[in-house]
């Protein structure tokens, strides 16, 4: 065979239709739903950490009004005789709106009642937030039980009541604005 024949045949024919390879879809339609899929899921771990955070604040809340109250009606339920001028001023710091209003228009009253009074030890059996209000106020439901012992200390008297404690967060500080005894 001649040199230019086996140059003739190892060049391609420019002339002759060579088919197309079949295009391949796999590749494509995998990426476009693994993104698809991806922006999903982000799109859901997004809303999940929304409602979580917002669950979270919402508890946090909750603990810190409760908190408040307890520490409130456990100091409200405790009568010092003894100290009953710094009992009084002590309620009248915590109050705020209605309660302080009119626990200063009384406050020469209840500060005879509580010097007239033996001690007593107020402790909070539990507390539960009601509902919050419009305001930013929450109305917690109390129970407590005053344990007190008679003159002669020799019998212990315990007795139990129901509050709902109206606490509003004024800057930093929690304030009690409005206090009922439910019977």
């Known amino acids: 065979m001649s040199p230019r024949r086996r140059i003739e045949a190892s060049e391609p024919d420019f002339f002759a239709v060579t088919p197309k390879a079949p295009r ?3 590749l494509p339609v995998t990426a476009t739903l693994a993104s698809v899929v991806m922006a999903a899921m982000i799109t859901v771990a997004t809303l999940m950490l929304i409602n979580h955070e917002a669950d979270r604040r919402a508890a946090v809340k909750d603990a810190m009004a409760l908190g408040y109250v307890r520490e409130f009606m456990t100091d409200y339920t405790s009568l010092d005789p003894f100290h009953a001028n710094a009992y009084v001023d002590r309620i009248l710091a915590e109050g705020t709106g209605e309660f302080a209003s009119m626990f200063n228009e009384k406050k020469n009253a209840i500060l005879l009642q509580v010097a007239r009074q033996e001690p007593t030890t107020g402790t909070v059996v539990e507390a539960g937030v009601q509902r919050w209000n419009d305001d ?22 315990e007795s139990g009541s129901r509050w709902i404690a109206t606490t509003v967060q004024e800057g930093e500080q929690w304030k009690i604005s409005q206090l009922i005894q439910v019977i």
Do not use: E, N
């Open 136 to 157: 930013g106020s929450a109305d917690v439901l109390v129970a407590t039980t005053v344990t007190s012992k008679s003159p002669d200390g020799k019998q212990t008297y």
């Open 24 to 26: 391949r879809w796999g």
